[in-house]
């Protein structure tokens, strides 16, 4: 079966950082993009960031100053690194992997539980 998991959210104080992380475990055979999503209470799941396997990127207006995306293929994680947070960032944070089953090679989108980010 497989399954992302994310960690490294939490509180933290208005302009602070913090880095989340996401693994993806499970037999597979490859991953394609990967990415951030959000939600906020009360509203709906929105995009951060995506990354390729290849390394592409792509945030969202809010984040592409503040947050990075990285990932590392061989670890099969994904990372959101976001700086000068604000209150408006206070949010669930889900990971996503668009990845491919070996029973029959076909690409599935995969979601985390999801992380905590609290700005306080």
């Known amino acids: 079966q497989v399954q992302l998991m994310e960690s490294g959210g939490g509180l933290v104080q208005a302009g602070g950082s913090l880095r989340l992380s996401c693994v993806a475990s499970g037999t597979f055979l490859s991953i394609n993009d990967m990415g951030w999503y959000r939600r906020a209470p009360g509203k709906q799941r929105e995009l951060v960031a995506t990354i390729s396997s290849g390394g592409d990127t792509n945030l969202v207006d809010f984040a592409k100053d503040r947050f990075t995306i990285s990932r590392d293929n061989d670890k099969k994680m994904v990372y959101l690194q976001m700086n000068s947070l604000k209150p408006e960032d206070t949010a669930v944070y889900y990971c996503?992997?668009?990845?491919?089953?070996?029973?029959?090679?076909?690409?599935?989108?995969?979601w985390g539980q999801g992380t905590q980010v609290t700005e306080t």
């Open positions: 996503y992997a668009d990845i491919a089953w070996i029973q029959d090679y076909r690409f599935r989108a995969h």
